[in-house]
């Protein structure tokens, strides 16, 4: 069902890292903001006169915790009407109007087999929901890949947390940043781009059966970001092997 469009207050911005800004918009006619990690909210923005030219969906950054305040986050896009708007036009106390949340890309029921969650840019915003929202409630899971693609180390969304998330133990999470732009010499970090990275973890736990044919471990690959990457992950999962039922995507730009 639609939701219907709702009022939401600016109360805090902050910047993650160049160019990109969280923003935390708390819904005061409700009492708790309630949505499924991986979701997402369209703004309407007073940028142009048909409504359709003014919408903007950006994925849930936080995870549902009962209260009213959800978390976006945000990239300044060179020539972008929308977030040219948000960075210029809204501060803390600005009123948004939105609506959502919205979307099926959301976690499997139950989550039977090892995740997969690749993504470039603000797309890791679904991807922080899903991982802590499994971690605050304990949900049973399997093994889960958060595969994040970077141009540098400061583009890093979220990375201290991440590592963090991944030093405690609490859930089964790797989190495996790998960078496209970063000087090679520097050993310390994973070069390159995500599909190297999913690859050789597939090809690592690939088993042969009786008749000498490759058999995949079942898995769940959730792929949110810009278009090309995934488009490439597709076709290289399918060559792989992987149905396409094993495949969801969100897509940005």
Not at 60 to 69: E, M
Not at 170 to 184: A, G, L, V
Not at 198 to 206: D, G, P, V
Request: aromatic residues 12%; hydrophobic residues 35%; glycine residues 8%.
């Amino acid at each position: 069902m639609l939701q219907p469009w709702r009022t939401g207050k600016v109360i805090r911005i902050e910047t993650e890292v160049a160019a990109t800004r969280r923003y935390w918009i708390e819904v005061p006619e409700m009492e708790s903001f309630d949505f499924r990690p991986g979701q997402f909210v369209t703004l309407d923005l007073p940028i142009h006169e048909r409504p359709n030219k003014r919408w903007r969906s950006y994925s849930i950054a936080s995870w549902p915790d009962g209260t009213n305040v959800f978390e976006l986050i945000i990239v300044l896009l060179e020539g972008g009407l929308g977030t040219t708007y948000l960075f210029n036009e809204v501060s803390v106390g600005s009123e948004l109007t939105f609506r959502g949340p919205q979307g099926v890309f959301v976690l499997p029921e139950p989550i039977d087999r090892d995740l997969f969650l690749i993504c470039t840019g603000t797309g890791v915003a679904p991807f922080r929901s899903m991982v802590q929202f499994i971690r605050l409630h304990k949900v049973p899971h399997q093994q889960i890949n958060l595969i994040f693609g970077c141009r540098l180390l400061c583009d890093g969304l979220y990375s201290e947390e991440l590592k963090q998330l991944e030093a405690t133990g609490e859930i089964s999470f790797n989190y495996i940043p790998t960078y496209s732009r970063e000087d090679k010499s520097d050993a310390s970090i994973r070069h390159g781009y995500v599909h190297t990275v999913y690859e050789t973890i597939c090809e690592k736990e690939t088993t042969i059966d009786e008749n000498g044919a490759k058999v995949m471990k079942p898995a769940y690959f959730y792929l949110c970001g810009w278009k090309n990457m995934i488009d490439e992950a597709k076709q290289r999962l399918l060559t792989m092997g992987y149905d396409k039922k094993s495949i969801h995507q969100e897509l940005y730009g």
